[in-house]
Nanobody
Framework: QVQLVESGGGLVQAGGSLRLSCAAS????????MGWYRQAPGKQRELVAAISSAGSTNYADSVKGRFTISRDNAKNTVYLQMSSLKPEDTAVYYCNTKWSRGSRDYDYWGQGTQVTVSS
């Protein structure tokens, strides 16, 4: 069983910054991808940023240059540093980890943390 616990969400003014953290525990495969997704009201969940265990990163175009994803493999923790926040960044942010091993795919989600950016 794998658990993901997010923290760091909250209310911030436009132009401000927040840092999200997600700690993973349980039976986690070393070679995994950890990422952050978000879902705004009435919209589909979308990828914000992802990082592999080797450190390769991927960002949504809408956050490039403003958000930075990082991870601490020793702590099984992933971070999302969000800067120059905009009202359109308002959403519930979900942590995710996934990997494939053998013929099976593994995919786990956190409970989500609310980020609200006021104009």
């Amino acid at each position: 069983q794998v658990q993901l616990v997010e923290s760091g969400g909250g209310l911030v003014q436009a132009g401000g910054s927040l840092r999200l953290s997600c700690a993973a525990s349980g039976s986690i495969f070393s070679f995994n991808v950890m990422g952050w997704y978000r879902q705004a009201p009435g919209k589909q969940r979308e990828l914000v940023a992802a990082i592999s265990s080797a450190g390769s990163t991927n960002y949504a175009d809408s956050v490039k240059g403003r958000f930075t994803i990082s991870r601490d493999n020793a702590k099984n923790t992933v971070y999302l540093q969000m800067s120059s926040l905009k009202p359109e960044d308002t959403a519930v942010y979900y942590c995710n980890t996934k990997w494939s091993r053998g013929s099976r795919d593994y995919d786990y989600w956190g409970q989500g943390t609310q980020v609200t950016v006021s104009s």
